[in-house]
């Protein structure tokens, strides 16, 4: 394998607006590279305007450093996990075996909470590099890697740890949480498996380890990607603004709209494309599957 790789991934991201949870970055990965940096780039640096509150990823996204780090970024990491029943809990402090009686056995020892102050500005100092883009996640998450037992890597581990013991309280008890944690693994799925209906060719694989051409394969997928949405979004604009549909659809109804549909998309076949024309799609809706 070339130090190119050939593996994707993609950041799903909670945000303000009004879809609440969307895709908003895809990176392209050596193969050997750390999950945990690809989902902190990926809601770091996504290329728009909105603020990422949140971050969904699947189970094995929820390792300690990267639930320290992303708190750190001021954003919440928030996992699927599968075997919660293995998952420790770490108390506030000493001397509280008797305050949670049922949660015993899934106790452990309490926060350090001295090594978190004593390291507090190094921590900080780290993010901000991240955050600025002086230093890469990759770069640091590795240098502490190498050197495990350095005192600010144990910091934000112990950030993290905090931090998990938060969300794992909240995931146990909020059933709405797991909710929207399932449901926003959903859309990444979906976003998936668009990619496999544009990206057509050896079963939807990067079947390259040539730099030049993984770069350009990846940058066509992405104008297939952004140009999809797009006109599916002028599409939805179209339809909505008709009166009949603003009285049947419900708030709802509207939370559950996404432009990230490819049913009308033909990826076989012959398709006759006149670049000289335009699609008819302001001011007059367009046939799902139409080329002008």
Not at 209 to 225: A, D, F, G, P
Not at 278 to 283: E, I, M, P
Request: charged share 20%; hydrophobic share 40%.
């Amino acid at each position: 394998m070339t130090p190119c790789g050939a593996r994707r991934s993609g950041s799903l991201a909670l945000t303000p607006s009004v879809t609440r949870r969307m895709v908003v970055h895809s990176q392209t990965l050596r193969a050997s590279a750390s999950e945990v940096h690809a989902m902190i780039e990926g809601a770091v640096r996504h290329g728009t305007m909105m603020k990422v509150e949140g971050n969904y990823v699947d189970s094995h996204g929820q390792t300690e450093i990267g639930v320290g780090v992303s708190r750190l970024l001021g954003f919440d990491l928030l996992p699927r996990i599968k075997q919660i029943s293995k998952v420790k809990l770490y108390r506030v402090e000493s001397g509280e075996s008797d305050l949670y009686l049922r949660l015993t056995p899934a106790m452990t020892r309490p926060i350090r909470w001295d090594l978190i102050e004593q390291n507090y500005d190094q921590m900080i100092k780290y993010a901000t590099a991240i955050k600025q883009g002086t230093a890469s996640t990759e770069a640091i998450l590795r240098r502490f890697t190498e050197s495990a037992s350095h005192p600010t890597y144990q910091a934000m581990l112990e950030v993290g740890r905090a931090q998990k013991t938060i969300f794992v309280a909240r995931y146990l008890r909020l059933r709405e949480l797991q909710r929207e944690i399932q449901e926003g693994l959903n859309v990444v799925e979906s976003s998936n498996g668009a990619n496999s209906v544009i990206f057509y060719g050896k079963g939807g694989d990067i079947a390259t380890n040539h730099c030049e051409e993984l770069e350009m394969t990846v940058l066509c997928l992405r104008i297939l990607q952004a140009a999809l949405v797009y006109v599916n979004t002028l599409m939805l604009q179209d339809v909505l603004a008709d009166p009949e549909w603003a009285k049947l659809l419900k708030p709802a109804d509207h939370r559950g709209l996404t432009p990230l549909f490819w049913q009308h998309v033909q990826p076989y076949g012959e398709v006759r494309l006149d670049v000289a024309k335009r699609l008819a799609l302001v001011g007059g809706a367009a046939q799902p599957g139409r080329s002008e």
